[in-house]
């Protein structure tokens, strides 16, 4: 692969914005540099793109998406799913195991990173699941390729929810690695459901959502497994944190001096459960997007160093699967072609700032995960960037989803930062619409401590 000049960028990494260049040579940024570009480079024969001022980004890190594959790929895979990532400024993704077959066992592992290695225009990784009783493959999996154990503490598909206690014991005591809950007490949805079913019936309209899924749900699930965490002084991730309760939780001091860390998705820094009047179940997940106050805090937290990383928790269905209402309805949505914009577009608004968006999406993603050579713009590390026009007003259309099933709960949404080519390993494999099918990621690497 010939040399590339990325030019006329206005870069933002490591908490700083200037105009400047990048040098791609290969897989790896080979030169950062401030201002112009010299003459000998931009007449050196090099192949020149010109960023035309927007922003050069490292590319997002998404730890939390459902691509479906293999088992459910009528409505997603790794194909089609990547593409919509990249699309979106993101290059690197983290994939659950609620698959079919679910990825708890070592085959069923291998055969995704197969899969991904024929199939992914983004770079991958997968996590292991866990269940009552798989701790002996837990203990064998190498997590220098993993970014971790997914636990399900509310009901998931299959016999993916843990709620055996000597099983979880074992787990937070003897896996030697991160562990990245789905923090909801099952108990207590259990109880609020039926409650809402004997006033309703089984059309329990979608508003009633966040009241199944309730507060004290997460909460006493989050409190009980960070219990865990400090008793076993284990590695602890909260995934898609939704209320202002588990704040009180969580703690801010260096990231890499936490045991306990917590992510939190993009739709619940954008919406409140007042849009489902609107939206429906369009807006639909699980843990359940709640109120304003909820909303707020979880922006506050994340300004305060108590939620470290900005996710998506992309979940696409068709849109015959979200008909319903809290009940029937099933819960999810795709979000990993907008997550980034959306949050650029929060800046906009002076929720946060940019340098600190591509912190919480791929500085600090990269450092809690302990991903090796990636997330930054720096000399040595792949080349994985992102060019995001600013100022750029564009109306989001289900027609232009990526994502096989093809909507978005964004549909009419105007968004202001538009992402106009992505770089994985060098290779700009998304330019202004158009995706470089013939490009292939990597699997990510981690380092263990």
Known sequence: ?????????????????????????????????RGDAPAQLLNGGIEIHDAEGAYLLPGGIDDQVHFRDPGLTHKADMSTESRAAVAGGITSFMDMPNTIPQTITLEALDAKHQRAAEVSVANYSFYIGATNDNIDTLLACDY????????????????????????????FGEVPALIAIHSEDEDIIRRNREAMMAK???????????????????????????ALAKKHNARLHVLHISTAEEMKLLTNERLEDKKVTAEVCAHHLWWTADDHATLGTRIKW???????????????????????????????????????GAIKATSGAPLVQYSLPMMLDLADDGVFTVEQVVDFMAHRVARLFRIEERGYIRKGYYADLTIVKPNT???????????????TPLNGTTLNNKVVATYVNGKRVFNNGIVDDTSKGKALKFTIK
């Open 200 to 226: 309703y019936g089984e059309d329990v309209p979608v508003e009633e959502h966040p009241n199944i899924r309730s507060v004290e749900a997460c909460y006493k699930s989050t409190e009980k497994a960070v």
């Open 393 to 407: 007003p564009y109306v989001v259309k289900d027609e232009d989803v990526l994502s096989r099933c093809g909507w």
């Open 144 to 171: 220098t390729k993993v970014p971790g154990v997914k636990l399900f503490l509310g009901a998931s598909t299959g016999n993916m929810l843990v709620d055996n206690n000597e099983a979880l014991n074992r787990i």
């Open 1 to 33: 692969m010939s040399k590339i000049l990325i030019h006329n960028a206005i870069i933002v990494n490591e908490g700083e914005r200037y105009q400047g260049y990048v040098v791609i040579d290969d897989e790896r940024i080979d030169e950062i540099g």
């Open 286 to 324: 699980n843990p359940a997007i709640k109120t304003a106050a909820d909303r707020q805090a979880l922006r506050d937290g994340l300004n305060a160093g108590l939620i470290d990383i900005v996710a998506t928790d992309h979940a696409p269905h068709l849109l015959s699967e979200k008909e319903g």
